[in-house]
């Protein structure tokens, strides 16, 4: 599908994207950017890289296709570094879970460039971090939003789109806009949730600890997730999440409420109305 | 290990529990009481199932151990049931995820009859419910919790203890108070959020949903239980979830607060509090 892909960065997602497109055979060769030359030697052996390259401007050349999968809060840097380089037709992605910030950077980056930015973020991850934990089939079966910087991007829009879903993704397209408000209530705030559940327990007994259950394991998997990562998320997409944090607190006052007056009926309803939603994800 | 137990409740944990005992061998006869005949009539086929019965007091004769499996606020009723024509040494427990209620009525029917009740909560259990998801493997790995009435019952709880150890779980035995108090924190508390947040995400838009990823549907998975035993279980334990809930709101003011001043640090070690608490789960 495409002779040369780079991807810059080669943590969890970098590399098991390195892994999936060797997989699905959509690159001829598969050139891999890291800060580290230590990170950029212990990729060369493997199997999924054809190429290093320590130099961020020379890993971009003659791509066609650049996929930016590092810290979030660095993927609007190396857009402004990269974009007035890149050669024509070079198709440039991200996999941020935060579109607004980084595709307003990358509006004014390729105002002048020969190339084209879509954002992307693939919903893709683990609690666990690092190459070492990198898997081929992190995206299938996983949902991937795609973001346009401009109404004439269709024909981009539809490479990219094609190139996720060839990974076994299903793409949906919405605006950068959209993308961060929808995502601070389906991802960000569950993260906010689980995270603050684990930090609270934290304080408790320790022999409280031993007779936690599944469903503790489950609502607090995602708060073992990079601290720095989510850190960076949360500030990126601040007033979104405190937007959904606080509607959402409209609901934990009604059930607060419903139990505090043993509302019976009141409390079925809510937990049903929970129970229907989760069962239609 | 018992010549003759027997199971009130057919339900997921009855039938499951019926599933392991047979799996390890545990009692020479299962019999099976059910509120409906039509329930026990789908059992008697089954290689878990002995005998039914459907006289509540009848199920009861000549068991060396009985287990109430039947749904959480009807336990306390079948206590008062049963206790007085208990034989002598036969011993009753539960599996109810409340204790202090549960125990409370035991002490009293307990009083004057020949049996003898320790409580108990295997943490164990899914969100799916019904006999037709009963799983022999459902208890294996798992933590449980037993709750004697009296200290002179240490024979008891060393019996009933064995009988969870042998079908695969940790056994801890905390009072019934500690218990109902820890279970508000590290059982409860994770539903009512869990809860709470597929409640609040249902009114938003359908096109939203699809964007879902593996953290929302973790942090949501127990929200997907039955909203009548979880409607039973917020209302037995109502006073100890509003404390738990508002502890753990001074957790969320704490990160509310460091998020809206982009507190970075602040932000960074709350995550990492979170992150380390679930590695050790």
Known sequence: MFNQVTILGSGLLGASLAKAIRKENLANSIRIWARRKATLDSCISEKWCDQIEEDLIKSVYKSNLVIICTPVDSIAEIIKKIAPIMDQGTLLTD?????????????????????????????????????????????????????????QDKQEVEVISDFWEKLGMSVYELSPYEHDQAISFFSHLPHFLSSTLAKSLDQKPDKWKNISGMGLKDTTRIAEGDPELWKQIFLMNKNNILQAVEEWEKSLNEIKLYLKDSKNEKIYSFLKDGMNFRKKL
Chains 1, 2 share one sequence.
């Open 95 to 151: 996999v941020g879970s935060v579109k607004e910030v980084i595709c307003q950077v990358a509006k004014e980056a390729f105002a002048h460039s020969r190339g084209k930015f879509i954002g992307s973020h693939p919903m893709a991850g683990s609690e666990k971090s690092g190459m070492k934990f990198a898997d081929e089939n992190l995206f299938s079966g996983r949902s991937c939003i795609v973001s346009k910087l401009d109404d």
